[in-house]
């Protein structure tokens, strides 16, 4: 393993850690992701002892301000490149209605014991004696190799003691495309209720970097199977299922939102538009509908879909800022570049998009796109071949109309000074008669044109200008 211990630092602590009289070892994420070959730089150090005293010798030899964080019981430097972070080994014992541990001091074999998944409890001595020699009791090497999750003790006791390890169960067999071991899951299943003394922040954070890994729904899928998801993002699990009325079905929304966040994080790492893919559909329950000429219908999901946002995200603790708002605003338009793929495109309805969507109209194309899951090819290829028309309008329109993120090339101040009037009801009927004017190409955006207009429609309000704000 000497070879992987490259970084300089290795070698500095080993020899603190000799003249100290105390075993150190490179643990945890740092050692996993050797074997998974992954740059990391981030390292654990553990301390068979005082981990925060021993980081305090580190930080005066290395010359590093050291972060110490006494309720913890760990320190944090940045030496060069990478942050380590020292903690003492540890065993911890658990009560059941709190997931933060009873902590005593322990050995090497006590802390590996206490660690969330045999991947992430093989040890590197640093010591000169054992330098490089790597310690594994649980086969976390062989579960590397079959691709596994597992926990080292009973997964029912490691979970029931910290529930929030169900979680990152999931995060990490859907980051790195892993299985979960069938005894772990059955115990997720089983303790999926000890998931309630888990803190909101702590599950959507999880969430999140569920959301962020290469393929979604592989966590997604764990989450609804374990019955997780149903405890908590319950709005999500009843898209599930399909219902047949006079032998007509629906699609199942579930497993299509899964398939369009897939799709997306093909081609994107924003988060917040991997939030839009999750929650796109998400008012379908809510709005369906059977009609005997139609079938199914879902008429006005998106709109629903969008005023239900700000309370999911209330929900999960996740901003309630620009970012719930650029999700809002993709759930609102999400069926508009649909739409215009399927008819004859006019640039009055492109203008109209180009205004909505604004700056995020890339996203929203996006969204769109990852959105088409059809398994007729016919279909998929002839919406496909329409999105890519829709794109070549909305670019042509845009650069002729310059509509996205568009001011008014009349101001309200404008038009008060053209007719000599305070802000009022006319001030706001003349603003959107020249919004509706350019967007439906009456007139072009430009403040010639638009002036021009004003002044016609004040006239029909019994106004006359009494100034040339031209001047």
Wanted: glycine share 6%; aromatic share 8%.
């Amino acid at each position: 393993m000497e070879h992987y211990l490259q970084h300089a630092v290795f070698k500095k602590l080993g020899k603190l850690a000799d003249e100290a009289g105390v075993p150190i070892y490179v643990i945890g994420g740092f050692v996993r992701d050797i074997f998974l070959d992954r740059p990391s730089k981030d390292i654990d150090i553990l301390v068979v002892g005082n981990g925060i005293e021993f980081a305090e010798r580190a930080s005066n030899a290395l010359k590093c301000q050291l972060s110490v964080f006494r309720n913890f019981g760990t320190a944090m430097l940045r030496y060069k490149d990478v942050e380590i972070e020292f903690v003492g080994a540890r065993k911890e014992s658990y009560r059941s209605h709190s997931r933060k541990p009873i902590v005593e001091n322990g050995t090497l074999e006590d802390d590996q014991k206490r660690r969330d998944f045999t991947i992430n409890a093989m040890a590197i001595s640093l010591n000169r004696e054992h330098y490089g020699q790597l310690i594994d009791p649980f086969d976390g090497i062989k579960d590397l190799e079959d691709r596994l999750i597992r926990t080292p003790l009973d997964p029912l006791e490691t979970f029931s003691d910290d529930p929030l390890r169900m979680m990152r169960a999931i995060r990490f067999a859907s980051q790195l495309s892993f299985k979960i071991d069938e005894k772990a899951l059955e115990a997720i299943s089983n303790n999926k209720q000890r998931i309630s003394i888990v803190s909101e922040e702590r599950i959507s954070d999880e969430l999140n970097k569920i959301l962020l890994s290469p393929l979604p729904s592989v966590g997604f899928n764990y989450l609804f199977d374990t019955g997780l998801l149903h405890l908590i993002f319950p709005q999500m699990t009843e898209l599930y299922g399909v219902e047949y009325i006079n032998g007509k079905g629906h699609k199942d929304n579930f497993y299509h939102t899964l398939e369009v966040l897939d799709n997306i994080a093909l081609y994107s790492n924003d988060l917040w538009l991997r939030w839009a893919a999750i929650l796109h559909d998400i008012a379908k329950p809510a709005t369906k509908r059977f009609d005997e000429k139609q079938g199914w219908t879902f008429h006005g999901h998106e709109d629903r879909g969008a005023r239900m946002v700000p309370k999911i995200f209330a929900q999960l603790k996740l901003p309630l800022n620009e970012k719930m708002k650029f999700v809002q605003k993709m759930v609102q338009l999400h069926l508009r570049p649909i739409v215009l793929a399927q008819d004859v495109v006019t640039d009055s309805a492109v203008r109209r998009l180009l205004f909505d969507a604004g700056e995020d109209i890339e996203a929203l194309m996006m969204l769109c796109h990852a959105d088409v899951t059809t398994k007729n090819e016919y279909k998929k290829k002839k919406y496909r071949q329409n999105f890519e028309l829709v794109k070549q309008k909305l670019k042509d329109v845009e650069e002729r109309d310059q509509i996205r993120n568009w001011q008014p090339p009349v101001s309200g101040n404008d038009i008060m000074n053209a007719f000599g009037i305070k802000a009022g009801r006319e001030v706001g009927i003349i603003k959107n008669q020249i919004r509706e004017a350019i967007l439906e190409g009456e007139i072009k955006n430009t403040r010639e044109e638009a002036v021009g207009f004003m002044i016609e429609k004040g006239k029909k309000l019994g106004l006359l200008p009494v100034n040339d704000i031209n001047n």
